[in-house]
C-alpha cells in the first residue's frame, strides 16, 4: 500500500520560509512526476510545482521564482522550499504522484498525500 506523508508546514510571518517534505513508503517505484498542490478555504485546489523523472519542471506563475520543487529518488523524498512567503500563500498543501514507469511504459497510477497546513500571517 502507496502512501505519502508530507511534513514542514507551519505558521511563518510574510517574507519568511518554510521547506515542505514528502515521503513515499509502500510499492512505489519509477515516479513520473511528482510535486505540490494546494487548497485554500473556499477554494479549488491548484497546482504548485512539480518535477517529471527528467527534470522537467511546472510552476504556477504566483510562485515562480520564489518556490524550488526537488526530488531524490533514492529516498522517495519530494521537496518544495518556499521563500518569501505571503499571505495568499495560506493553504493545505498536498504532495502528489501522477505515473510510475512500469517495464518501460507510463502507468497512470496517482496517489495524494493528507496534506499540510501552511499559515502565513501579515
Known amino acids: 500500500q502507496v502512501q505519502l506523508v508530507e511534513s514542514g508546514g507551519g505558521l511563518v510571518q510574510a517574507g519568511g520560509s518554510l521547506n515542505l517534505s514528502c515521503v513515499a513508503s509502500g510499492s512505489i517505484f519509477n515516479v513520473h512526476a511528482t510535486g505540490w498542490y494546494r487548497q485554500a478555504p473556499g477554494k479549488q485546489r491548484e497546482l504548485v510545482a512539480t518535477?517529471?523523472?527528467?527534470?522537467?519542471?511546472n510552476y504556477a506563475d504566483s510562485v515562480k521564482g520564489r518556490f524550488t520543487v526537488s526530488r531524490d529518488n533514492a529516498k522517495k523524498t519530494v521537496y518544495l522550499q518556499m521563500n518569501s512567503l505571503k499571505p495568499e500563500d495560506t493553504a493545505v498543501y498536498y504532495c502528489?504522484?501522477?505515473?510510475?514507469?512500469?517495464?518501460?511504459?507510463?502507468?497512470?497510477?496517482?496517489?495524494w498525500g493528507q496534506g499540510t497546513q501552511v499559515t502565513v500571517s501579515s
Open positions: 502528489n504522484v501522477d505515473g510510475l514507469w512500469v517495464a518501460g511504459e507510463l502507468n497512470d497510477y496517482v496517489y
Open positions: 518535477i517529471t523523472n527528467r527534470g522537467r519542471f
